[in-house]
């Protein structure tokens, strides 16, 4: 006890000036062994991978300096298309998603054909392959030369993968809506709110909450899947990386292509996990409400 | 009892083959309080939530006021809802809204009142029961005890003509208890009708203008509660009476 100490309830807050002090050291002397263990890893693993007899061919062929410098520039150039890709995707498979999790909680006889529809939806989408379905409307749909029907890849790509990923996240928005404790619905069905207005008040603003992180998931698979969209021809930055190494057989430009998708999903990744950690604190820290 | 504003007759109720309510024949008059007792699985909470048509009945029915029949196939329970209250022993708080919020919710969308005048009305009632304070918190901020009081607050809100209140106590700690308990007598004292099952008999003989035991799915005995508590007219009434804590 450190001789300031206030007398018992003269301050809100007080904490030991020196306890303070030896947490504070610890916390530093914890970080530098953790720098210093992997610093170490790091150089012995370095050590080990360059001083194996495979090693000169493996760098010649996929971390090539001069390739890379080469292709790079392409292969970010061609990323803007799946970044494109990505970005009309989203929205769309989000309101898809959530429009057919709604269709599939109405419970009045006559929507009997819109629940029907929404689950032989869900369940055939999420059954095929999505690589599948991309070939399928990519290659099918142009191939019936229907008047005025889009030929374009790109957008038939695009649209395999809203189909796709929009049953996947159908399913994870009536996850959600099905964890909502069914006494949230009895408290506001007893106030005289209608089915809708509990859906839209009480219900899915919880769901919605419960599902962000799985979500997040979602979405940074679908930023890897746009490569998928490269079997129909477009040249987004997998086939970029494809075309550039087939000229040279060097496989450094795929290695550039990964770097550009993993630029992108760590952050993402990053960010779902602190969303996840804290919408766990946030639950533990509430009671029973 | 001259006018009763809610009259159940005959009502019978089993989930699956196990039955809860077997014939429920009772009365609650205006302004009055009437208090639910009887062991646990006696059907208390069941015969409360046929009361607001939170379940469907087997047979019977439930007036209210006269006119409307709660069992009826055409009724509009929104409305029958918007005119008997209930509240829940687990708060059943909306935890994504402030405590405001969850109080003018209902009175903004069921009643279409405006925002200003329901947010108005929902800082009154805070005050009444001495929670203005707490406006802006959310419920996961809340004690027990302060949480019951806003969940009644929020049946308040829609001005109900009955409020029903299950064991709104059973989940507190003794200390906590009390602070509710004021808010019913409060509420008692302005007028409202009142039907509550509830375990504090201490409560129940102080407040309740008629007492109700439940047994075997029937109202097995009624009175006041000099009456059920003094001299139980029923050896199972004075059973389940000598059976609890003093
Ligand atoms: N939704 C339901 N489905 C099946 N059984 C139910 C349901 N609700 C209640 N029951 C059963 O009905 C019986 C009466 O339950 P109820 O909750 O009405 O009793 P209670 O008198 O309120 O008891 P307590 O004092 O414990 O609250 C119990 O045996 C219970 O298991
Ligand atoms: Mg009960």
Redesign the pocket.
């Known amino acids: 006890m450190s001789v300031l100490a206030p007398a018992p309830g003269a301050a809100e807050v007080y904490r030991d000036p020196a306890r303070q002090a030896r947490v504070r050291r610890r916390a530093r002397r914890d970080a530098l062994v953790g720098m210093a263990s992997l610093f170490g890893f790091v150089i012995v693993v370095s050590i080990v991978v360059s001083s194996s007899p495979g090693w000169p061919a493996v760098q010649e062929t996929f971390f090539n300096g001069q390739e890379f410098i080469s292709t790079f520039p392409g292969l970010l150039e061609a990323f803007w298309l799946n970044v494109r890709i990505f970005l009309v995707a989203e929205p769309l498979i989000l309101i898809i998603g959530l429009l057919v999790a709604l269709a599939r909680t109405l419970r009045s006889p006559i929507f009997l054909p819109i629940r029907v529809v929404a689950t032989l939806y869900v369940d055939i989408f999420r059954g095929v392959p999505t690589i599948l379905v991309i070939f399928l409307l990519g290659f099918g749909v142009p191939a019936l030369r229907i008047e005025g029907m889009p030929k374009d890849a790109v957008f038939w790509g695009t649209a395999a993968l809203v189909l796709s990923y929009g049953a996947y996240v159908a399913e994870v928005f009536r996850a959600g809506i099905d964890s909502v404790h069914p006494s949230q619905r009895m408290a506001a069905r007893s106030l005289g709110l209608s089915l809708f207005q509990t859906n839209r008040h009480v219900v899915l603003p919880q769901a919605v909450r419960n599902v962000v992180p799985p979500l997040l998931n979602d979405f940074i698979s679908l930023q890897k899947d746009t490569a998928l969209v490269a079997v129909l021809g477009p040249i987004e930055v997998l086939r970029r990386a494809q075309i550039d190494a087939s000229s040279t057989f060097n496989y450094t430009p795929y290695v550039g292509a990964a770097l550009i998708f993993i630029a992108l999903t760590i952050p993402m990744t990053r960010f779902a996990d602190w969303i996840q950690s804290r919408s766990r604190s946030r639950r533990r820290a509430g009671g029973t409400s | 009892m001259n006018s009763a504003i809610l009259s159940v007759r005959g009502v019978w109720k089993s989930?699956?083959e196990?039955p809860?309510l077997r014939g429920i024949d009772l009365e609650v008059g205006a302004h009055q309080a009437v208090v639910l007792i009887?062991?646990?699985?006696?059907?208390?909470?069941?015969?409360?939530?046929c009361m607001n048509g939170l379940?469907s009945v087997d047979a019977g029915t439930i007036i209210l006021d006269g006119d409307v029949d709660v069992t009826g196939f055409d009724t509009d329970l929104d409305v029958v809802r918007r005119r008997i209250g209930i509240v829940f022993?687990s708060y059943n708080l909306f935890p994504h809204m402030t405590v405001l919020d969850n109080i003018a919710l209902a009175p903004r969308k069921v009643l279409r009142r405006g925002r200003a005048e329901c947010d108005d009305q929902a800082r009154g009632l805070l005050a009444r029961f001495g929670l203005e304070a707490k406006a802006g918190e959310y419920p996961d901020r809340l004690s027990g005890g302060q949480a019951q009081r806003v969940a009644i607050i929020r049946a308040l809100a829609m001005e109900p003509e009955i409020m029903l209140f299950?064991?709104i106590t059973?989940a507190l700690d003794p200390l906590l208890v009390g602070e509710v308990l004021d808010a019913v007598r409060e509420l008692k004292s302005g007028g409202l009708t009142i039907v509550m099952?509830t375990?504090e008999m201490t409560f129940a003989r102080d407040v309740a203008d008629q007492v109700c035991f439940?047994q075997g799915g029937v109202v097995l005995e009624q009175g006041s509660p000099a009456q059920i508590f003094e001299s139980p007219g029923e050896p199972e009434t004075q059973q389940f009476l000598s059976r609890l804590p003093h």
């Open positions: 989930f699956d196990h809860v009887g062991a646990s699985g006696s059907g208390k909470s069941t015969l409360l939530r379940e022993q299950d064991e059973s099952a375990h439940l």
